[in-house]
């Protein structure tokens, strides 16, 4: 189970960090990703963590401003945003895939996702 937090209403220009608990089993070969998803349209491709060795891949869009990492310890994986935009405003959802490789930017290639946390972002 995965339980996302930490949106809400930011400043352009401000800082968030959102935070996605696991619970109920232990995810260590995996991956751990954030899509977000705007009125309309599919969900975009944020960030992903691959859990084994903690290699950390970015969207072209927020690369230099948002950072994925994780906790192990309170097995919960984490989204700084940094210098956020009006267009970074959406609904931000993480979300876990079983399998073992190189992260997929696909929505459709994950088994587990956490119910969405609103980020918005104001001019």
């Known amino acids: 189970q995965l339980q996302a937090s930490g949106g809400g209403l930011v400043q352009a220009g401000g800082s968030l960090r959102l935070s996605c608990a696991t619970s109920?089993?232990?995810?260590?070969?995996?991956?751990m990703s954030w899509f977000r998803q705007t009125p309309g349209k599919e969900r975009e491709f944020v960030a992903a963590?691959?859990?084994?060795?903690?290699?950390?891949y970015t969207a072209e869009a927020v690369k230099g401003r948002f950072a994925i990492s994780r906790d192990n310890a309170k097995n919960t994986v984490y989204l700084q945003m940094n210098s956020l935009k009006p267009e970074d405003t959406a609904v931000y959802y993480c979300a876990l895939d079983l399998r073992i490789g190189v992260p997929s930017r696909s929505q459709n290639d994950y088994q587990y996702w956490g119910h969405g946390t609103l980020v918005t972002v104001s001019s």
């Open positions: 109920g089993r232990t995810f260590i070969l995996h991956v």
């Open positions: 963590i691959k859990l084994s060795d903690d290699s950390t």
